[in-house]
């Protein structure tokens, strides 16, 4: 079993920055793919970010030029650098991890001056 434990999330002003962790335990082997995903009220989960074991990332447009994902092998923890935030990336974040579609609980992200 793995699990998945967020961090980070919280209250913002428009403009300002937050970092998100996510830290992965349990039985973990090979290789994986790390991804933070958002669902806001009323609307479907959707991609944020992805970075696979070597590196590669895929970021949903909407967040190009403003989101940084990163991770740490030795630690099996992702992180998701937040710049410039709007209001309309209010949500809660989710962690996930593959293969196996692990998730994690959830953090709150809010955007308002």
């Known amino acids: 079993q793995v699990q998945l434990v967020e961090s980070g999330g919280g209250l913002v002003q428009p403009g300002g920055s937050l970092r998100l962790s996510c830290a992965a335990s349990?039985?973990?082997?090979?290789?994986?793919?790390m991804g933070w995903y958002r669902q806001a009220p009323g609307k479907q989960r959707e991609l944020v970010a992805v970075?696979?074991?070597?590196?590669?990332?895929t970021y949903a447009d909407s967040v190009k030029g403003r989101f940084t994902i990163s991770r740490d092998n030795a630690k099996n923890t992702v992180y998701l650098q937040m710049n410039s935030l709007k209001p309309e990336d209010k949500a809660v974040y989710y962690c996930?991890?593959?293969?196996?579609?692990?998730w994690g609980q959830g953090t709150q992200v809010t955007v308002s001056s």
């Open positions: 996930k991890l593959s293969p196996g579609n692990y």
């Open positions: 349990g039985r973990i082997f090979g290789i994986y793919v």
């Open positions: 970075i696979t074991n070597g590196g590669a990332t």
